[in-house]
């Protein structure tokens, strides 16, 4: 049964905060910011943009300020645009005719977005240079997120990185650029976006309405405004809590406790979230700051009660703080693999914390408990 338009998400979107498109600002990339604007004033605009940066931090947000900024022919250096006109309307609309979104489509018969961007949607990219040219002027692509391509569609964007149309810009959106291929990275121009620091993040979220558990947030979201607000919108405080509730019976790890956190993985993804890629997240966060204590010490603040005495327990050295990242890495590439041959959720996430309870600094803990 195909799904109506209103009841597919939105994969570009985070859940509880409006789309980027509609964001009107961008909040804390100053730098990124004047870059780019340099070099479209000079006459030097590269045909492919690479905007990278920790996830949430605003680079969606430019990509879609820059389409703004340009189709609209705003000359502000800090690429605000009059949202009355026309042009901006229909970017808002989704119905610029000289603008391209390519993001992981829907599946009808699986009832759910596709992990990967496939190459039947960078065909679509091809048709949409090939039949604007005729029109003439500028036209622009933006790709959320490039490295969410699959290996086919990935090499048909190499073709067209190889020989762009005239007056194209893409505008490639990148989590994890490392995932990208070297060959499309070596034909951009990378625009690195920052994370903000712990008080600006919590100013931000404050004037968004987020008071009482701002200062959490901010420590969980790792500079990421983006973030910030998912996490809010989906309760992943709470996740992160009943997660570090959970390995604070380590040594022997609860199983009942464990089967509970792994279960809250399961349910299908939908406007408001998905349920598995919000456990995946908490438990990467979590991972990272265990590795980040064992170098330097319990993270203040804390984003959970008990964190900052559970870490010291679990990573007390930098040794325990490699055997956590290294942890992070692997669980976090397991993860993408088995969302993409959809393994039953909750079992993996179960698997994931029973494998984790048995490492080193878990097990060490035994002797100091």
Not at 92 to 119: C, F, N, Q, Y
Not at 272 to 290: H, Q
Request: include cysteine; hydrophobic fraction near 45%; glycine fraction near 8%.
């Amino acid at each position: 049964m195909k799904a109506a338009p209103d009841d597919i998400p939105e994969p570009d979107r985070v859940p509880g905060a409006p789309h980027p498109r509609m964001t009107p600002r961008v909040i804390g990339q100053d730098a990124a910011i004047a870059t780019f604007v340099e070099a479209a004033q000079g006459d030097r605009l590269h045909h492919a943009w690479l905007l990278t940066g920790p996830r949430g931090v605003g680079k969606a947000t430019l990509a879609w300020a820059i389409a703004r900024w340009l189709l609209t022919g705003s000359d502000s250096p800090t690429l605000s645009v009059d949202a009355s006109l026309p042009e901006a309307r229909r970017i808002a609309a989704l119905s610029e005719p000289r603008l391209m979104l390519i993001r992981r489509p829907w599946d009808d018969k699986a009832g759910r977005l596709r992990a990967e961007i496939t190459v039947d949607e960078i065909r679509r990219l091809l048709s949409f240079f090939h039949l604007s040219s005729a029109e003439g002027g500028r036209r622009i692509a933006i790709i959320d997120a490039a490295d969410e391509m699959n290996t086919a569609a990935a090499n048909a964007l190499l073709k067209v990185l190889e020989e762009p149309p005239a007056d194209a810009l893409i505008l490639m959106i990148a989590h994890q650029p490392a995932r990208l291929l070297p060959t499309i990275r070596s034909r951009c121009r990378t625009l690195r976006l920052s994370p903000l620091p712990p008080r600006r993040m919590a100013e931000i979220l404050s004037d968004l309405g987020i008071d009482e558990d701002a200062e959490p947030l901010a420590a969980l979201s790792d500079g990421s405004v983006g973030e910030a607000l998912r996490l809010a919108g989906q309760g992943g405080l709470d996740r992160y809590q009943q997660l570090v509730d959970l390995f604070a019976t380590l040594p022997r790890m609860d199983r009942l406790a464990a089967a509970g956190f792994a279960d809250g993985a399961a349910g299908r993804a939908g406007a408001e979230g998905d349920p598995f890629d919000l456990t995946i997240t908490v438990l990467d966060r979590f991972l990272t700051r265990l590795a980040r204590a064992g170098l330097m010490g319990p993270p203040l603040p804390q984003a959970a009660s008990g964190e900052g005495a559970l870490m010291a327990r679990l990573s007390p050295d930098d040794h325990a703080a490699r055997i956590w990242a290294e942890a992070q890495a692997r669980l976090s590439a397991r993860a993408r693999a088995g969302r993409a041959v959809n393994l039953d959720p909750a079992a993996l996430v179960m698997d994931m914390v029973l494998e984790l309870a048995q490492l080193p600094p878990a097990q060490a803990s035994l002797t100091k408990a």
